[in-house]
């Protein structure tokens, strides 16, 4: 028996090592490097195309408890991801072409995993196959989807922020810190003035942006806003959101009084190169070292790669999917990553392990995983397959979606901290039983 794992993405590689753990034989096919989607850039598996932060890491961060009920599976991103981590302070952030290829020498080397490379554009609903092609799945495939869905196919936008060179960031104007002193300082922060932010923020809302003439609208996910399409709400918005000043001390000063603070942080474990967090954008490349040489410190900063807008592709996962991440119209077909709604790097890993983990109880005869509600990798499948979800939008891990505790507790740290034992509790107990 084999399984057809179609996408080496985070999800791909995450369900076939899931898969090859149990025994069972895996064919992963990966377009690459034979075809490229608009973002992607390296030949390597589990390419991280938009930031390397793979978000916090205390588990009273929704993402954070994720992550450690991922490790309980054995996760092969989250073993990854410890071996290529750069200093983020409270953050797990990765030097991205460490991590990807620490997860291409792993499924190449697996003696049950056969790599075969080129675009998949049909698929058979007789063969057992899970789709992980990921948000930026090639028009053929997208068409396929779409003629196995009903038509079902949606989309919209997602944007990648700049990456500037360390050197280049004139560091009198600018500062090391992390917010509110969490872990090291291994953010840098160019704080602005009001007046500094005001020009900033004029510049910003009449740049000209890079048309999008290939894609039929212009839909845009909220976690992903470019940076002006946020602006334009207000000129507040911004310091309330991505440059909020708060919690960002001035070792220089010894104040917290900067208007607006933008933050970058580390892009791989040397240091040299840096992301601007929360600038994802859509201006035109000419436009944005304008604009963002604006900012105190980044005047003459080098910039190796601008900001780049792309589709996302993801299906009607509460009419198609089951709670298991399978078709319920085609029970030998299942789907995993961002394709099926959920919204993140490790929201997507954590489907490819529940899609393999499940794909490979079903081919041995024993019931399927349970995702329960009470653990963040339970809650997002039960949410993404919910038919009451009519107005479907991607998903990311957040507390919102895990059930409560039943108790009313005041602090949202100690509620957080409680509702994340109880699902590591529960988790463990599960898997417990499984074996």
């Not at 900063?301 to 085609?330: K, Q, W």
């Amino acid at each position: 028996m084999r399984v057809k794992v179609t996408g080496a993405g985070l999800a791909g590689c995450e369900a076939a090592w899931q898969l090859a753990k149990h025994g069972i034989n895996v064919e992963i096919c990966e377009m690459k490097p034979e075809k490229y989607s608009p973002a992607h850039k390296s030949e390597s598996f589990a390419e991280l195309v938009c930031s390397n932060s793979l978000k916090a890491e205390r588990i009273e961060n929704a993402c954070g408890l994720l992550k450690e009920e991922m490790r309980l599976f054995g996760s092969l991103i989250m073993e990854a991801a410890d071996v290529s981590r750069v200093p983020a302070g409270g953050a797990l952030a990765v030097d991205r072409n460490v991590f990807s290829s620490y997860i291409t020498d792993k499924i190449k080397s697996h003696p049950l995993i056969t790599v075969r490379y080129g675009e998949v554009s049909e698929i058979d609903t007789d063969e057992y196959t899970i789709i992980a092609t990921g948000p930026l799945t090639s028009d053929a495939m997208a068409k396929e989807i779409s003629r196995l869905t009903g038509g079902d196919e949606l989309y919209f936008y997602d944007a990648a922020a700049p990456i500037v060179t360390a050197e280049s960031i004139d560091m009198s104007k600018a500062f090391m810190a992390a917010r509110y002193g969490r872990g090291s300082a291994d953010y840098i922060n160019c704080p602005m003035t009001k007046d500094e932010y005001g020009a900033f923020y004029r510049e910003l809302v009449s740049a000209e942006t890079a048309p999008l003439k290939e894609f039929e609208n212009e839909r845009v996910f909220e976690g992903c806003m470019p940076v002006e399409v946020m602006a334009k709400r207000g000129e507040q918005t911004l310091t309330f959101g991505p440059l909020k000043p708060v919690g960002l001390v001035n070792p220089k000063t010894g104040k917290d009084d900067a208007y607006a603070v933008v933050q970058l942080r580390s892009e791989n474990a040397e240091g040299t190169l840096y992301n601007m967090v929360g600038f994802q954008t859509n201006l035109k490349w000419g436009e944005q070292k304008r604009v963002f040489s604006m900012i105190p410190g980044l005047h003459d900063a080098e910039f190796v790669r601008y900001g780049v807008m792309h589709r996302n592709t993801y299906i009607n996962s509460p009419r198609l999917l089951d709670r298991y991440y399978r078709m319920r119209e085609y029970p030998k077909v299942f789907f995993a990553g961002q394709i099926t709604g959920v919204e993140g790097y490790v929201e997507s890993a954590s489907s490819g392990i529940l899609a393999g983990y499940n794909m490979a109880r079903m081919l041995s005869g024993r019931e399927m995983f349970e995702p329960d509600a009470r653990t963040c990798i339970g809650a997002l499948p039960l949410y993404i397959s919910n038919p009451q979800n009519s107005a479907f939008q991607p998903m990311n891990a957040n507390f919102g979606i895990i059930e409560g505790l039943g108790e009313r507790i005041r602090s949202k740290q100690e509620r957080y901290n409680k509702t994340a034992l109880r699902a590591l509790d529960i988790l463990k107990k599960q898997l417990k039983t499984e074996e």
